[in-house]
């Protein structure tokens, strides 16, 4: 949409001083980089969540909608319409019925919700502990890690659709594969919005639970690098590594403009306080690029292409 359409006036009737004109979305991303939306919105419970996308829907603005920032790389040259800003974080662990489960809002932190059931001996969620992102982006993407996933989690999403409204979704309709769902290869313009999502656990004991993962901490601070990033990178092939591809390339520690690829794992790449997006760009396309040419292995991004990305393949633009 061109910038002389874009329907500002309305928005601020609709949504008053809450509406940020112009933000810069780096201050918005783990990994700080990021150019400005048009308008910003930030929301704080699942009915805000669900109000704000009913009339962007309306108006036919185009709309995204982030939560921890990790997981997406927004263009330098930002984003032409309004960012939602997910901070919708209530959530409710039920004891009273058999097996237990936690509902929570999709803007709630996903290690968060681990450590409260971690608390009360509840089992089920320690592969979420280390995960830095939303309940919202853990449902959508399918997150998991030491050996757990969202897939082997959730028991029912509450989804809003552009035209048929709220819905509930089972696990079976999200169609979950590794690092994806029907939900994240659907067209972005009118994407359903993930508004809460339960999930199951099982009794163990605080003890238990917390040794667990504190072990699974453990392990992701000793194989994990530290520093802005967007969490993985690429997606794993199948029975392979990104990061083993990446450093067999010889591109571990490479480095263009403000970004480089982590000599501690090469599927993480870090903004050292000074890339811009089109650096982390370049390191993509040309991981990309380096990896097909000496293993015959195409590179499938994990995380979402947020703007303009015309140097980067069109098969991982969103």
Do not use: C
């Amino acid at each position: 949409m061109k910038q002389k359409t874009f329907p500002l006036p309305r928005l601020r009737e609709l949504f008053g001083e809450a509406l940020q004109e112009n933000a810069v979305l780096a201050n918005y991303t783990t990994a700080h980089v990021g150019g400005p939306a048009d308008a910003l919105l930030p929301v704080h419970t699942a009915a805000e969540l669900e109000r704000a996308a009913r009339l962007l829907w309306e108006l036919d603005v185009p709309f995204i909608l982030l939560g921890s920032g990790s997981n997406v790389l927004v263009s330098d040259s930002g984003f032409r319409g309004v960012v939602v800003v997910n901070r919708a974080r209530n959530h409710k662990i039920d004891l009273h019925h058999e097996p237990p489960s936690v509902w929570a809002e999709s803007g709630a932190n996903i290690g968060t919700i681990a450590r409260q059931a971690a608390l009360r001996g509840l089992s089920g969620l320690e592969w979420a502990a280390t995960v830095p992102g939303t309940v919202g982006g853990a449902v959508f993407g399918n997150a998991g890690a030491h050996g757990g996933d969202m897939a082997g989690t959730l028991t029912l999403a509450e989804i809003l659709h552009p035209d048929t409204g709220r819905e509930e979704w089972t696990v079976e309709r999200l169609q979950y594969a590794y690092r994806s769902s029907a939900l994240k290869s659907s067209p972005a313009a009118r994407r359903p919005i993930i508004l809460s999502a339960r999930m199951k656990l099982s009794h163990s004991s605080p003890a238990e639970v917390q040794a667990r993962m504190d072990e699974f901490t453990a392990q992701r601070r000793s194989t994990q690098p530290p520093g802005a990033s967007l969490g993985s990178m690429f997606k794993n092939p199948p029975g392979d590594y990104a990061g083993r591809l990446i450093e067999a390339a010889g591109l571990k520690g490479k480095r263009v403009g403000g970004a480089h690829i982590s000599t501690q794992h090469a599927n993480f790449f870090i903004n050292n306080e000074r890339a811009s997006a089109s650096d982390i760009g370049e390191l993509i396309a040309l991981a990309r690029r380096t990896v097909e040419q000496k293993f015959g292995v195409r590179l499938e991004l994990e995380v979402e292409l947020i703007g303009d990305w015309p140097a980067l393949n069109g098969r991982d633009q969103s």
